[in-house]
């Protein structure tokens, strides 16, 4: 009986806290948060509040979306000033396909051309006894190995592309080829 006794009075006294509880507005329930001093304390208040949202009266949709809704900060980065194009007037013309090839080991290689003909203008031997000669086009090459292979002036040369950034130079109708770098 004694037991019985003490479950009346315990469900009377939490049916009174309760009803004060539900009768309590979030208002009221965020002001009596914010109210209190130590910064731990206060952030369980404002937990427990958002936990129990439900309970609070005079709570509408709005006001539930923006409680539990948390800001959302998003970094905005310093406006810097553009640099000043330069117009088109200014700009240099690019340089064509025919300028580019065998200057291109540091770019890309897939869209260049993969060889090129050209005729001999000028042909001289430099301190290593390796050919050095300048093309019809303006563009000066060396020779980089000890291929045995006589350049004179007015010779049709190919110059390919070989891999890893290699470049050789054969001439039409001999089976022979020479590995040659870009010097300008």
Known sequence: MKFSALRVVVGVFSLAI???VSAETIGEALSKCSATENSLQR???YDRVVKDMNQYEGLDTEAARTITASPVYTPVAPQRPLPQQPSVAQRPAPPSEQDEF???HKRD????????SSVIAQVKKNAYRKYEFTLNNGQVWRQTDDSSIKLEEGIAVQIERGVLGSFFLSIDGLNK?????RIK
């Open 177 to 181: 080829r020479m590995r040659v770098k």
């Open 43 to 45: 952030l369980v208040c």
């Open 18 to 20: 309760g009803s004060q």
């Open 102 to 104: 065998g200057l291109e």
């Open 109 to 116: 290689t897939d869209e260049m051309a993969q060889g090129q």
